[in-house]
């Protein structure tokens, strides 16, 4: 069992910046490919990005190319979501996924836990 918890939400203005975080607990995240989805009121999750085992292969959702990069530290078993140039667009509940599989995917079905979420709200 794996337990996610999501922090680093928060108001900001369009054009600025925030990085989530993902915590783990209960088992070590090395060997589940990570992702960062994001669900705003009256629409259907999104997917925003997901990492490999490793770190070496990042996927985004096209949204997001060029201003979000996600990252890992399998040693503090944390994962990363850096984000740039916010719009107002981007405001939704985000929320980090564990896959135990091998396999990159950008489908939420694929993964097996998920955190509670954390709130970002993009002023205009």
């Known amino acids: 069992q794996v337990q996610l918890v999501e922090s680093g939400g928060g108001l900001v203005q369009a054009g600025g910046s925030l990085r989530l975080s993902c915590a783990a607990s209960g088992r070590t995240l090395s060997t589940y490919v990570m992702g960062w989805f994001r669900q705003a009121p009256g629409k259907e999750r999104e997917f925003v990005a997901a990492?490999?085992?490793?770190?070496?292969?990042?996927y985004y959702g096209e949204s997001v190319k060029g201003r979000f990069t996600i990252s890992r530290d399998n040693a503090k078993n944390t994962v990363h979501l850096q984000m740039h140039s916010l719009k107002p667009e981007d405001t939704a509940v985000y929320s980090c996924?564990?896959?135990?599989?091998?396999?990159?995917?950008?489908?939420?079905?694929?993964?097996?836990?998920w955190g509670q979420g954390t709130q970002v709200t993009v002023s205009s």
């Open positions: 990492v490999s085992w490793s770190g070496n292969r990042l």
């Open positions: 996924g564990a896959d135990r599989t091998a396999f990159v995917r950008t489908d939420q079905e694929a993964y097996d836990y």
